[in-house]
């Protein structure tokens, strides 16, 4: 069983940056999709990117499209979100996810870890 363990949330100035990090605990497919997701105050959750992790495949939603850049460890399974130029509307709790998938915008994930923070003020 794969547990995700996310790192690295806080609160911020908007224009400012955070780098996420998610720790992949357990066996795992040295193939497979890794994302974020996110879930803003009083809405659903949403996805964020996914990554490819044998190779480089990335897919980004349009709000954060040029602004964050998620990324791979192998030899330290884990995958990262580079957040930069945060905007107040990135306010939300930030979840690690494996079995990342999107068809359009319809984003999907098969395990969930419990989250960090991010607070961005404006």
């Known amino acids: 069983q794969v547990q995700l363990v996310e790192s690295g949330g806080g609160s911020v100035q908007a224009g400012g940056s955070l780098r996420l990090s998610c720790v992949v605990l357990?066996?795992?497919?040295?193939?497979?999709?890794m994302g974020w997701f996110r879930q803003p105050p009083g809405k659903g959750r949403e996805g964020v990117a996914c990554?490819?992790?044998?190779?480089?495949?990335?897919t980004y939603a349009e709000s954060v499209e040029g602004r964050f850049t998620i990324s791979q460890d192998k030899s330290k399974k884990t995958v990262s979100l580079q957040m930069n130029s945060l905007e107040p509307e990135d306010t939300a709790m930030y979840y690690c996810v494996s079995g990342c998938r999107r068809a359009g915008t319809d984003w999907s994930a098969r395990s969930w870890g419990r989250g960090t923070q991010v607070t961005v003020s404006s």
């Open positions: 357990g066996n795992t497919d040295s193939r497979s999709w």
């Open positions: 990554i490819y992790t044998g190779g480089v495949t990335t």
